[in-house]
């Protein structure tokens, strides 16, 4: 059965610094993994998607990466802003026609002015 | 202006009574998901549906109903029988469009139940 951890729980970091939030995953049979946003109290944000057979996505000054063999992802942040402050959730989809996706319980990043 | 609508906000149920959380999409997409979202917990998959008609139940369906008779509308129903409905419900959607590798999810702005 798929599992989905992410680590750490929560994070807290002065605004400028670059920080790495870490996913890892039980079973390397993937097809795709995503990194959502959330924000309190509203629904998910889709920041990017790497598919199976790729190793690297970037969006701005976010930069996620994806290691199938050692079931790991990580999401790169570059010079944290407040406004990154959120909750950061990695999902898995494990099916081929049916998007399904397993979730990680997230990491709550608050960055400090 | 396309997206996913969910509604109520806010939803109280009382001991007994069924409820039903609305979830609207006009982004022409074929399939759709119902999330529970329980605090310091990922989501977890109630049911989904790839096809008007059609749904197939997720990892904690029990206590759960749905319908798709329309292919922009996924009501969700909590049932007397969750003994434990109090959490944040998030409805998303999927273009249906060939492996689930080329294609994301996209998520309305939930709908809180609390019980009284």
């Known amino acids: 059965k798929q599992e989905v951890t992410q680590i750490p729980a929560a994070l807290s970091v002065p605004e400028g610094e670059n920080l790495v939030l870490n996913c890892s995953f039980t079973d390397s049979a993937i097809y795709n993994l995503q990194w959502f946003r959330q924000d309190p109290g509203k629904g998910l944000t889709s920041l990017l998607l790497?598919?199976?057979?790729?190793r690297e996505q970037t969006s701005g000054r976010l930069n996620a990466s994806l290691d199938k063999s050692s079931g790991r992802s990580t999401l790169y942040i570059a010079a944290s802003q407040p406004g990154d402050s959120a909750t950061y959730l990695c999902a898995v989809s494990v099916r081929s026609n049916t998007g399904k996706l397993i979730f990680g319980q997230g990491t709550t990043l608050q960055v400090k002015p | 202006d396309g997206g996913i609508t969910q509604s109520p906000k806010y939803l109280f149920r009382k001991e007994g009574q069924n409820v039903t959380l609305s979830c609207e999409q006009n982004l022409n997409h074929d399939a759709m998901y119902w999330y529970r979202q329980d605090p310091g917990q990922g989501l977890r998959l109630i049911y989904y549906s790839q096809i008007v008609n059609d749904f197939q139940k997720g990892d904690i369906a029990e206590g759960y109903s749905v319908s798709r008779e329309k292919k922009e509308s996924f009501p969700l129903t909590v049932t007397s029988a969750q003994k434990n409905p109090t959490a944040f419900y998030l409805c998303?959607?999927?273009?249906?469009?060939?492996?689930?590798?080329?294609?994301?999810?996209?998520f309305g702005p939930g709908t809180r139940l609390l019980v009284l």
């Open positions: 790497i598919q199976s057979s790729q």
């Open positions: 998303a959607s999927r273009m249906q469009a060939g492996l689930a590798g080329q294609e994301t999810q996209y």
